[in-house]
């Protein structure tokens, strides 16, 4: 029988920052904990990332805004929102009575709302992390400006001159070149990159001949994605020095492992929210078994193990 002090170590340090697990939740995925909250103890859970929290509130787009496939899910949520002063007053005092890391990701139209929202959070207590989110594809403008290093990079300046607080720069795979994308951010005072937001894709009723989400192209999330993610985070690691987290399908302890062994610092897990609410906690579960059936004590000591 596992003794609890046998157990091996889950912890992480990354940008600064201790994780009790390496195992967070994707933006989106899980509101602000409360929605898991009763069905897994949040503090087996390295870190809570909020939903994308704008300067002003958004409606999001109209519904249906998620299909299932069958090979993953789809959304169109567009951004859906209350706007940052209502996420201080309303959900920032919830999140920071859980036992876990609070990272809170941020989205803007433009570059200088990016940096008045790091400013902004600056000023508020118990915010471990921002998650600066250029990579969205559910609105007009968010692939354009993800996709190109430049901008990217020039984001990346502003929102790091408006803040001391560790920032992750959550990254597109809607690009010929993810590398090129992380290199602009690490360049630019990123303390980590995260990877991979959705893929941009369709679904259609064939008896209806009208497309499955009112937006009419969404984001593809869930285990169709885990490889993309994969190859990204492995490009990732090869072009930067910086930690990275990597985001796509990751369902099972395992599934955590793999990105892990290609590099990975931490993990975060979204659709498997949908699925299980208490997915983030049985995958931490899951990886410490993976950790002990490999005769190690530290999921450390699994970190860029990929041979190739
Ligand atoms: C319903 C839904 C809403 C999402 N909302 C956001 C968001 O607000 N901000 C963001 O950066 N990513 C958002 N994402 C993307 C996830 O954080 C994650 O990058 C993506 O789903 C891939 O991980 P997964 O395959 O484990 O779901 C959302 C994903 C889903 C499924």
């Given at each position: 029988?596992?003794?609890?002090?046998?157990?091996?170590?889950?912890?992480?340090t990354?940008?600064g920052?201790?994780?009790?697990?390496?195992?967070?939740?994707?933006?989106?995925?899980?509101?602000?904990g409360?929605?898991?909250?009763?069905?897994?103890?949040?503090g087996?859970?390295?870190?809570?990332?909020?939903?994308?929290?704008?300067?002003?509130?958004?409606?999001?787009?109209?519904?249906?805004?998620?299909?299932?496939?069958?090979?993953?899910?789809?959304?169109?949520?567009?951004?859906?929102?209350?706007?940052?002063?209502?996420?201080?007053?309303?959900?920032?005092?919830?999140?920071?009575?859980?036992?876990?890391r609070?990272?809170?990701?941020?989205v803007?139209?433009?570059?200088?709302?990016?940096?008045?929202?790091?400013?902004?959070?600056?000023?508020?207590?118990?915010?471990?992390?921002?998650?600066?989110?250029?990579?969205?594809?559910?609105?007009?403008?968010?692939?354009?400006n993800?996709?190109?290093?430049?901008?990217?990079?020039?984001?990346?300046?502003?929102?790091?001159?408006?803040?001391?607080?560790?920032?992750?720069?959550?990254?597109?795979?809607?690009?010929?070149?993810?590398?090129?994308?992380?290199?602009?951010?690490?360049?630019?005072?990123?303390?980590?990159?995260?990877?991979?937001?959705?893929?941009v894709?369709?679904?259609?009723?064939?008896?209806?001949?009208?497309?499955?989400?009112a937006?009419?192209?969404?984001?593809?999330?869930?285990?169709?994605?885990?490889?993309?993610?994969?190859?990204?985070?492995?490009?990732?690691?090869?072009?930067?020095?910086?930690?990275?987290?990597?985001?796509?399908?990751i369902?099972?302890?395992?599934?955590?492992?793999?990105?892990?062994?290609?590099?990975?610092?931490?993990?975060?897990?979204?659709?498997?929210?949908?699925?299980?609410?208490?997915?983030?906690?049985?995958?931490?579960?899951?990886?410490?078994?993976?950790?002990?059936?490999?005769?190690?004590?530290?999921?450390?000591?699994?970190?860029?193990?990929?041979?190739?």
């Amino acid at each position: 029988m596992t003794t609890r002090a046998s157990r091996p170590d889950l912890s992480v340090t990354l940008a600064g920052v201790h994780f009790a697990t390496p195992i967070w939740t994707a933006s989106g995925t899980a509101g602000t904990g409360e929605e898991i909250a009763a069905w897994c103890d949040t503090g087996k859970l390295g870190g809570m990332v909020t939903k994308s929290v704008s300067l002003e509130p958004r409606p999001g787009h109209p519904y249906p805004r998620t299909v299932e496939t069958a090979s993953g899910m789809l959304n169109a949520i567009g951004l859906q929102n209350k706007g940052i002063e209502a996420f201080i007053a309303e959900e920032l005092p919830r999140l920071r009575q859980m036992p876990t890391r609070v990272i809170v990701n941020v989205v803007g139209w433009a570059i200088d709302e990016y940096a008045a929202l790091a400013h902004r959070l600056t000023r508020e207590e118990g915010i471990d992390a921002l998650e600066v989110n250029l990579s969205c594809p559910n609105v007009s403008r968010g692939i354009d400006n993800g996709a190109d290093p430049g901008w990217v990079g020039e984001c990346t300046a502003a929102v790091r001159a408006a803040t001391t607080t560790p920032i992750i720069i959550k990254l597109t795979p809607n690009t010929h070149d993810i590398a090129s994308l992380a290199r602009a951010a690490a360049d630019h005072g990123a303390d980590a990159i995260s990877a991979i937001n959705t893929l941009v894709g369709m679904a259609v009723n064939h008896n209806t001949f009208k497309p499955r989400l009112a937006n009419i192209t969404g984001g593809l999330s869930g285990p169709a994605i885990k490889p993309v993610a994969l190859a990204a985070v492995y490009k990732i690691k090869k072009a930067v020095d910086i930690p990275v987290i990597g985001i796509g399908g990751i369902m099972s302890g395992t599934d955590a492992a793999e990105f892990l062994i290609v590099g990975a610092s931490a993990v975060q897990v979204g659709t498997a929210n949908f699925r299980h609410p208490d997915a983030t906690t049985r995958i931490a579960d899951e990886l410490g078994a993976y950790l002990q059936s490999k005769g190690m004590t530290r999921v450390t000591d699994l970190i860029g193990r990929l041979e190739v």
